[in-house]
């Protein structure tokens, strides 16, 4: 089974299954698979610690909020936050976990990673439909020394609410008036052209596998299904490559907390080094849970998180949230109640 086909598989399994099989201490999540490749690694590495299995469900960040406005979750995580007065009417406290880039990726013959550049209109127009072929002179102009071929392009975009294409609508907005107009930013959007793949690994898998295929996945899926992705034209015009240090120079500007709930969104961001398209994977959970037992094991997993993630984290080139911010999170993880109890901090 060859490197791609592995990630997929795993992928699929861990959205059918849960990571592991549930068991009398258990913590259960659902909704993003953006995050998937490194909370999987720290369920791994927690149940080693601790014998805590985290179940979670790579479903999609639209999913993950739908199973836990349901109570059959604790925990949801999801790449477009709620805004403060949705968090209130809910009766939700949220807060960023994790930060990375969303890169695209394409199947061209002979066109290898970091080879083709683009910009942000152009990506619009890809999308709209308006550029069909990928010799198109927009394309073209971009990649002036590059013998592009005539072959039809193949827009791949996901099905079903997501978070990682609300980030990706959320950039085209920002740089494609047209896009705004005709499309807008949302994590389900009426998309103008393409084919749609379940979670990031349907996307990279259709990539993978049409020849002409373009797609937008978190990089760790990029990486690990080694995929061909672009480099891009941010804010100040310059062509950057996606990576660890492009990602911490776009991090460099988030600052949650002057944001009522955390609500940040780090598309196209500035900065000479930036990349264009960082997204934010926050936590949901109810301030009054239906199973506290399960909700303080979910804390006590996310604190351990911020204290032991980092490694794993920018290992597969992810962002961490910085330890300085957990004390702030915890103010509001002591929101969260039994019985008028506070659950944090946990006994």
């Given amino acids: 089974m060859n490197a791609t086909k592995t ?3 795993a992928a699929t399994a861990a959205m059918l299954f849960g990571i592991g099989s549930a068991e009398a201490q258990s913590v259960t999540g659902a909704g993003s698979t953006f995050i998937y490749p490194a909370l999987s690694q720290w369920a791994d590495a927690y149940k080693k610690d601790t014998g805590v299995e985290v179940n979670y469900q790579a479903i999609g960040s639209g999913g993950g909020l739908q199973q836990l406005a349901a109570k059959t979750v604790t925990f949801a995580a999801s790449d477009k936050p709620l805004q403060a007065d949705d968090l209130d009417s809910k009766g939700y406290v949220q807060w960023p976990v994790i930060m990375g880039g969303i890169v695209p990726v394409v199947n061209l013959k002979g066109v290898k990673a970091d080879d083709l550049v683009l910009d942000g209109k152009t990506l619009a127009d890809i999308y709209l439909g308006k550029v069909k072929t990928w010799n198109d002179k927009e394309i073209q102009a971009l990649n002036p020394k590059m013998k592009l071929p005539d072959t039809a392009i193949t827009v791949v975009h996901r099905s079903g609410g997501s978070g990682t294409t609300f980030n990706f609508t959320d950039y085209l907005n920002k740089v494609s008036p047209e896009w705004k107009s005709k499309v807008g930013s949302s994590t389900e959007v009426n998309w103008p052209a393409g084919i749609g793949g379940k979670g990031n690994q349907g996307v990279a898998q259709y990539v993978s596998t049409v020849p002409g295929a373009i797609g937008y996945v978190e990089y760790a899926f990029a990486l690990q299904g080694k995929l061909a992705w672009t480099r891009l034209k941010n804010q100040s015009g310059n062509a950057v490559s996606p990576n660890l240090d492009s990602f911490k120079a776009a991090a460099k500007n988030a600052d949650y907390t002057k944001v009522p709930g955390y609500a940040l969104i780090l598309t196209d961001q500035p900065g000479d080094d930036t990349w264009p398209i960082l997204a934010s994977t926050f936590v949901l959970m109810y301030e009054q849970p239906q199973d506290p037992e399960q909700a303080t094991e ?45 659950l944090w901090p946990a006994s």
Avoid: C, M, R
């Fill in 7 to 9: 990630v997929l598989a």
């Fill in 298 to 342: 979910a804390l006590k997993f996310f604190d351990w998180v911020f204290k032991n993630g980092d490694a794993a984290a920018e290992k597969l080139e992810y962002i961490s949230i910085p330890q300085s911010l957990a004390p702030t999170f915890e103010k509001d993880w002591a929101h969260v109640k039994s019985d008028g109890k506070a």
